[in-house]
């Protein structure tokens, strides 16, 4: 069952009273085929429009969508006898970058990317896609198993920002971030990173700088969230609206700058509203 954003009120509405329709017509008491068709019409209709004309916070709000596929879902989806590697060698292993070989097709690669989870246990587990240390550390060990045996790196990008916790900083969440950049920069063989909903500041880029860089149409990308941004420039978090318009956070502001190389199409509605596509 999707969960509406505010702005999909009208097409929530729309959609309830298609599943009336066709839950009285199981009842056998009415014939309503041409009605059902008729709204099912307008409310592709409307979504299409809707999402034609989306806002930046309004693609901030989809690309934040608790029930937006995740990093397992495009793994489960696209590559084959997936081993995730566990652990950075010298702490913990840190769920929230999870990091493996696989297989596309018949070409081995190492996939890497955020998991933010998608109920309460699992988010606790990852803790909501936000990296410690330790994680970006697994990531650079990871793509140094890459650059050793010859296998093209893919990235996916889902993420908030780093931890900020004490914890974190006490064991160099910024050198972590620094040099996880840095091996993405000298890999020796090929990355591309897509950035599949929320790209947040350096914990986003630690893992995002590839050779090719791709967001999904409703994915953004931004150094400090909206809320953040709004925060200090205004000293006011309701803001974030206004923020997100002028900061040029969306992928077809980032494509037109130059900062991206593609945009990738997503079902109609968001990529949330069919997470098997």
Known sequence: MVAYLEFEKPIAELE??????????????????SEVAKLAAKSEKLLRDTYAKLSPWQKTQ?????????????????????????????????????????????????????????????RIRHNFGMAKPEG??????????????GLPVITLIDTAGAYPGVGAEERGQAE??????????????????????????????????????YMLEHAI???????????????DSTRA??????MKITAQDLLRFGVIDAILKEPAGGAHRDPQT
């Open 16 to 33: 309830a009273r298609i599943s009336e329709l066709r839950s009285t017509a199981h009842a056998g008491s009415l014939d309503i085929d």
């Open 62 to 122: 989809v690309a934040r969508h608790a029930e937006r596929p995740h990093f397992k879902h495009y793994v489960a989806g696209f590559v084959s006898d997936f081993v995730p590697l566990a652990g950075d060698r010298a702490f913990a292993d840190d769920q929230a970058i999870i990091g493996g070989l696989g297989r596309i097709g018949d070409r081995k690669v190492i996939v890497i990317g955020h998991e933010k989870g998608d109920d309460t246990a699992s």
């Open 136 to 149: 970006y550390r697994k990531a650079i060990r990871v793509m140094e198993m890459a650059d050793r045996f």
């Open 176 to 213: 972590a971030i620094a040099r996880s950049t840095e091996m993405c920069l000298g890999l020796k063989v090929p990355m591309v990173s897509v950035v599949i909903g929320e790209g947040g500041s350096g914990g986003a880029i630690a893992i995002a700088t590839g050779n090719r860089v």
């Open 221 to 235: 990308y931004s150094v400090i969230s909206p809320e953040g941004a709004a925060s200090i420039l205004w000293r």
């Open 241 to 246: 609206k206004e923020a997100a318009t002028n």
